[in-house]
């Protein structure tokens, strides 16, 4: 049985137990959110072994070489130690804003205290003092002098409560990451993109939107963001006025109860996409269903990107 060093402590990997799991179980205090590989909030660093690729999927090259990892996948097949990231994986920064954009999401903006490189659309981990951390898109533009997150507030959410009740500007928080691939990049300015997403995943296609405008894309824009209610659509007006000073760009508000469900409005709007690009972030299962949809009418994997939202574990 393999053994994970951390620290003081020294716990034992049982059968299929993850590392974070033997962490936990050994009662130390690891932050995590979705324990499935897609958030990033748990990473460490490997110091004794080499991290399994498959633990390292979606990291930085840069940090796989300096043996980053995630602990939520990584199942060891000899004793390691490990240790928390260093400080070119985070950052410290205060809340520099706090706004709401409807009734369940919060706008929250970040002042970093040094120069954070990003791709808009990328995602990060918002860590709080006590350690508490939660993965969240990043709406923002690199220019930009703060990172904006759109927080989706849940009942009984630790994080979001806190954002929607308790959180002050000015209070200090870390930001881990960045991480993602599901961001613009530069190239082919006449390709067709297809952005679809429903609820808080607008914000990372809001920034994917805007850093493409900003690289000058001329080709056509289609933008479909799904809720149930109206008040769901936020940034709806903002996102109107875009459509109306770039011609190109055209905005799809969908609401699912009453026009059915995105894939399938995306589909009947969009019935060739072969040679675009998409995003798709938010509901996995929308993410997941309409990945596979667009490959089998013809666009290349290569071509998609995805951001499927996990619920904190």
Request: glycine share 10%.
């Given at each position: ?45 490997m110091v004794d072994g080499a ?71 990328q995602y990060v981990s918002l ?187």
């Amino acid at each position: 049985m393999p053994t994970v060093r951390y620290g003081d402590l020294a716990a034992p990997v049982a059968g299929e137990e993850s590392v974070l799991d033997a962490l936990l179980r050994a009662g130390a205090s690891v932050r995590h959110a979705c324990r499935a590989g897609s958030c990033g909030s748990c990473m460490l660093r490997m110091v004794d072994g080499a991290p399994a690729p498959a633990s390292q999927v979606g990291l930085k090259p840069s940090w796989r070489a300096q043996g980053y990892f995630l602990p939520c996948i990584c199942h060891p097949d000899a004793d390691i130690t490990v240790t928390d990231v260093g400080a070119d994986a985070q950052v410290t920064a205060r809340i520099a804003s706090l706004d709401a954009l409807s009734d369940s999401v919060v706008r929250v903006r970040l002042a970093c205290d040094a120069p954070f490189d990003y791709h808009p659309g990328q995602y990060v981990s918002l860590v709080r003092e006590d350690g508490l951390a939660r993965s969240y898109s990043l709406a923002s533009l690199g220019a930009e002098p703060e990172l904006e997150l759109h927080v989706r507030c849940l009942a009984k959410g630790r994080m979001s409560e806190w954002v929607r009740h308790r959180a002050r500007v000015g209070d200090p928080v870390r930001v881990l990451g960045p991480s993602g691939d599901c961001f613009y990049v530069p190239g082919r300015p006449e390709q067709p993109l297809l952005l679809a997403g429903t609820g808080t995943g607008l914000a990372p296609l809001y920034g994917v939107l805007r850093d493409a405008l900003a690289h000058g894309h001329s080709g056509a824009i289609r933008l479909f963001h799904g809720a149930l209610r109206p008040e769901g659509l936020y940034l709806r007006e903002e996102l109107t006025r875009l459509c109306d000073t770039h011609p190109h760009v055209e905005y799809v508000p969908t609401l699912l109860e009453a026009d059915g469900p995105l894939d399938r409005v995306v589909l009947d709007r969009c019935p060739a996409p072969a040679g675009s690009r998409a995003f798709l972030c938010g509901d996995p299962g929308l993410v997941q269903g309409l990945r596979k949809a667009l490959f089998l009418q013809g666009m290349t994997l290569g071509d998609i990107h995805a951001d499927a939202f996990l619920p904190a574990a």
